[in-house]
């Protein structure tokens, strides 16, 4: 199986400190109003987690003493970014470009917000505009990268990483978003070479041993699988998909119930990773227990929608089960995602009728031998089948 299958690389959103990176200084970048900025109180930054927000809910004063200071917006929305916090980040970035729209450093910031709201086609256009404003760093060209990978533009994403790197050649997470541009290109050579230098250069990264062990794991090598996983969970020891990752060695192993006990927990770590509870469902297909497959498979497919194989197990559990009106409806989806496979359509039909209450006879009709013609013997002409 195709690495594809098992990766996909908006999974790679789960490494947060890369996704939404410090923003670097906005030099330059004059105080419209003229007016000097009151100093700022040093806060404390012990908490890592509380500090961006500290540091925006700061400038609310000289915002309100300086509300034409687009500088000010710029920063509070970087500090909000920083924090997590996105919706207000993007408004504190519209309002400064409502005031100066010159400033590239602005487009970077509009673009980063964009692109933690998943709208990738909005934040490459803002990141087009701060690079035609001579906005030019590494953080842009990653940026941009990242978002190329999240629409599967992988080659376009290799090309902007590559500009990171010139920029930045020990940069991390460039390292590791080209190492996962190599996995949808299914260059597992490559993949590993640039997920292992982004590794040696940050080792206590949970997310980069998770893509190796994953990776591993997808071309059948567990027990390097096993190794990259251990090592994540004692840095990180309740991040869910590490958890698969050493469940995953076990099942390719051939010890199952060490790999359920694994999903089992990886489920009740992280309830968004599905693979978990795909494998879930499918042990327990295998073993006729319906009414554990159902929930396991049916939170897999919110996630998953097309997850090979998970709907039909889904339907024929629910049917297993007696809940036809429930598996009437998978069937449907599988004859909407299947058009023209007859075995789907007649499923549909069959336990449509059933939920309906109709009894569908299934008994296989007798053969009847065909009749031969009567012969009519007419005087004087040969016999003549009538």
Known sequence: ????????????????????????????????????????????????QSGPKIQAEEL????????????????????RLDAGQVEPALRDITQALS??????????????????????????????????????????????????????????????????????????????????AYVGLRDTAQALDYLRASLARDPRQPETLHQLAFLSNAYRQPANAAVYA????????DYGPLWYDYGRQFELQNQPDSAVRIYARTVQLDTTFYRADYRLGLSAFKSRKYAVVVPHLQRALRRAPRLAGARQMLAESLESLGRYPEAADQYRRLVAENPGNRHWTYKAWKVGNRAKGIIVDETPRQTVEPIEPIQIQRPGLPGLGL
């Open 1 to 48: 199986m195709s690495a594809s299958v098992f990766f996909s690389p908006l999974s790679v959103l789960r490494a947060a400190r890369y996704l939404l990176l410090p923003v670097v200084a906005l030099v330059g970048v004059s105080c419209s109003s003229g007016a000097e900025e009151q100093p700022e109180r040093m806060v404390d930054l012990k908490s890592v």
């Open 60 to 79: 609310e004063g000289a915002i309100a003493r300086q509300p034409r200071n687009a500088s000010l917006y710029a920063r509070r929305a970087a500090f």
């Open 99 to 180: 005031l100066d729209d010159t400033p590239g450093e602005f487009y970077f910031l509009q673009a980063r917000a964009l692109r933690a709201q998943h709208k990738l086609q909005s934040a490459l256009a803002a990141a087009d505009v701060a690079s035609r404003r001579g906005y030019a760093s590494a953080e842009l060209n990653l940026l941009v990268g990242e978002t190329h990978l999240a629409a599967r533009h992988y080659q376009t994403a290799i090309d902007y990483l590559d500009r990171a790197l010139q920029q930045e050649p020990d940069h991390t997470a460039a390292l590791f978003y080209k190492g996962v």
């Open 230 to 237: 251990s090592r994540g969970l004692k840095i990180a020891p």
